[in-house]
């Protein structure tokens, strides 16, 4: 499985919040590959299940979301200038970017912004030139039609990919490489993989995954933040130095202690991320799903999240990839710590 | 006229930097066109027509570009730069920029979550931002770019709309277009037409070319802003897309002649084209450097309304191109003939 190109095909997918169907469908197709025993459900969350065969097994949940950042059209003016909402896209980033509105027919559009030859007045609001009229916008746009950011994935170099929506469709990729390690092996659980919708406004989609799933236990894949020059070194993981092994009050310290127990025996790369609560991943809340399910986050290390060019090493992705592989295996992972 | 619009577009072109659009035009212009480069980077296209003119003139578009140039690599391999001509920075930040290589690099800052709702609010500086081409480290950098290099945004020519064009650069390589155009049709009169460099860093160029040509009368096709957006009240509207050509009084660099300001709309009156006029002083372009050469030179600017000017999504309408053009080929015949 060639994972640059994964990730081209899961990131030039849309799927806004709320609006995942052709994410999912692309994430589908992929995981397709490991199992028959896969579908989207009403909420568009993918779901596959991989199981050993005989005796049954404790579940594991091994998940990543599968929405990403963008805008919300909220009101279309006189002129056809569209008014937008940010779905947690980074609003600096956005002056002068080419957009695709994802209505009844996609359109591409630029965000408004003012020359320097201007003075320039902050209006605080987005908004989005179509090169349509209000008349002539009519039955393609409406209210509630999401926008996303027009970025070609691209290589910087060697192993360094950048694309919008690695958060967290490298998560995604990352599952799915796991996946292919594991193709032919004998496993310690029946696994149950989810691609979950609408994580970005609350994490709803992981909530009735989680639950419909019966997991016993949770592997949560996500992105979390890379060091940057401007950026503070303890508030960051560093890019290609590995998966970064989730450790908090609201995470099940026996799966914390169990991955990095099996990175150091398996010589993964890996690197801890102390946070001080909750982790704002879908961890959050698959383990206070039903009666609560012990649940880790493992993070991919990106730069620039919720931003057009969100940049990850593809090692680090194959790093998570190793030790998803090492937990569900055989000889792999436990609550016995 | 559009298809020669987007390879121009593709071309990159700083200021400093324009040989590449210079070759472009070069391999665009049909043979019985002679030309010529000065010292300065100048493209300078003569072309004989049925009749000497009464009057000298030339048509002048600047071939650069706005963009960036690398002036250090740091120990991480990160690039700082700075902009060549006038970019919000704020326009750059969240994207892909290229070098002639091939070398991409991209512009963030830390995360959001990890700056406070107050610092997000203000605009970002130069100073503060790195262009990150995935090397670890300044020897790894340096194998793909060295300080003095200049950097672009993505082309991203696209057509959108009803009849917009979007891509970088279209300041000033719709006026080099409009220019090429005329070219390669038979004309009445001798032309000279100048593509100039250097426009964006003070409009360097324009004076020596319009200097060695001496021309009687100078007309520049440009760009110019157009803020006829959502939330910016009429008057500081300056111009607006699909209103026509703008011809104005008066610019941040240039007083145009009354004279040659009343002819042109005349003629666009005449032709029926749409034409316009800005409502606001701004901007400026090579008319300040070539009415004040050579002894003094009557310059009136043409130009094509733009939205998002100096941006990687510079937006114009064709018809407005069109009439530009249209009025430029009008201009010159009525100016060569005065």
Same mark, same amino acid.
């Given at each position: 499985m060639d994972i640059k190109n994964v990730l081209t095909q899961l990131c030039t997918a849309d799927g806004v919040s709320g609006d995942e169907a052709s994410a999912a469908s692309a994430a589908l197709s992929l995981v397709s590959r490991y199992t028959d025993d896969c579908g989207i459900d009403s909420f568009y969350n993918v779901f596959a299940k991989i199981e050993n065969g005989g005796d049954k097994r404790p579940t594991l949940l091994l998940d990543a979301h599968i929405d990403r950042v963008g805008l919300i059209v909220t009101y279309i003016d006189d002129d056809g200038f569209i008014i937008a909402s940010s779905c +947690?896209?980074?609003?600096?980033?956005?002056?002068a970017q080419t957009v695709t509105v994802h209505g009844a027919k996609k359109i591409k559009g630029v965000v408004c912004t003012l020359p320097p030859h201007v003075k320039k007045e902050s209006s605080g609001r987005i908004v989005i030139d179509t090169g349509y009229n209000k008349k002539q916008l009519e039955g393609t746009v409406a209210a509630g039609d999401r926008i996303t950011v027009d970025s070609a994935p691209r290589t910087l170099s060697d192993n360094i990919f950048t694309a919008p929506a690695l958060d967290d469709r490298a998560g995604v990729a990352s599952i799915l490489y796991a996946l292919e390690l594991l193709k032919g092996k004998k496993l310690k659980y029946d696994l149950v993989v989810t691609f979950t919708a609408r994580e970005e406004t609350g994490e709803d989609g992981a909530k009735i995954a989680a639950y419909d799933s019966g997991a016993d236990l949770a592997l949560e894949t996500d992105v979390s933040f890379a060091f940057t020059p401007d950026a503070e070194r303890h508030e960051c993981g560093e890019m290609g130095r590995g998966v970064m092994i989730g450790i908090a009050p609201s995470l099940d310290r026996r799966m914390s202690n169990s991955l990095i127990r099996l990175a150091r025996e398996k010589e993964i790369p890996y690197q801890t991320e102390v946070m001080? +609560?909750?982790?704002?991943?879908n961890a959050d809340s698959i383990s206070v799903t039903g009666g609560g399910i012990p649940a880790c986050t493992l993070s991919i290390p990106i730069k620039y999240?919720?931003?057009?060019?969100?940049t990850v090493c593809v090692d680090d992705i194959v790093a998570t990839s190793r030790l998803i592989a090492e937990f569900a295996a055989e000889q792999g992972g436990t609550l016995n710590v | 006229m559009f298809d020669m619009l987007k390879e121009l577009c593709a071309c990159d072109g700083c200021s400093g930097d324009e040989r590449g659009v210079a070759k472009y035009i070069i391999s665009q212009l049909p043979q019985d066109c002679e030309h010529y480069i000065d010292g300065l980077g100048n493209l300078i296209v003569t072309k004989k027509g049925i009749a000497v003119p009464k009057n000298k003139v030339i048509l002048a578009a600047h071939m650069d570009e706005v963009g960036f140039i690398v002036t250090y690599i740091t120990d991480d391999g990160y690039l700082r730069f700075a902009p060549v001509g006038g970019i919000n920075a704020s326009a750059v930040i969240g994207r892909q920029l290229h070098f002639k290589n091939g070398t991409v690099g991209v512009i963030g800052t830390k995360a959001m979550h990890q700056i406070p709702k107050a610092e997000r609010e203000k605009e970002p500086s130069f100073d503060s931002l790195l262009i990150d081409i995935g090397a670890s480290s300044r020897e790894e950098a340096e194998k793909k770019v060295a300080a003095g290099d200049c950097a672009y945004f993505e082309c991203g020519y696209t057509e959108f709309g009803d009849g917009m064009i979007k891509a970088k650069a279209i300041d000033d390589r719709i006026g080099c277009a409009i220019l090429l155009l005329l070219l390669k049709k038979r004309l009445p009169y001798d032309i000279t037409c100048v593509f100039t460099v250097q426009e964006e860093i003070g409009?360097?160029?324009a004076g020596p070319a319009a200097f060695s040509v001496k021309p009687d009368y100078a007309l520049v096709v440009e760009t110019t802003t157009a803020?006829?957006?959502?939330?910016?009240?009429a008057e500081k509207r300056v111009c607006g897309l699909g209103k026509g050509a703008v011809v104005s009084y008066m610019d941040k660099g240039t007083i145009y002649p009354k004279e040659l300001y009343n002819i042109a709309f005349a003629k666009a009156k005449e032709l029926e084209l749409k034409a316009q006029t800005k409502t606001l002083i701004a901007g400026g372009n090579d008319s300040s450097a070539i009415s004040v050469s050579a002894g003094g030179i009557p310059t009136l600017a043409l130009s094509v309304p733009c939205r998002y000017?100096?941006?990687p999504s510079c937006v114009i309408k064709k018809e407005d191109a069109l009439a530009t053009a249209s009025l430029a080929a009008a201009m010159f015949c009525e100016l060569c003939a005065k």
């Open positions: +947690g896209a980074d609003e600096r980033m956005l002056a001080n +609560g909750k982790t704002g991943t999240m919720h931003t057009p060019v969100e | 409009t360097r160029g803020c006829d957006i959502s939330g910016v009240s000017l100096h941006s």
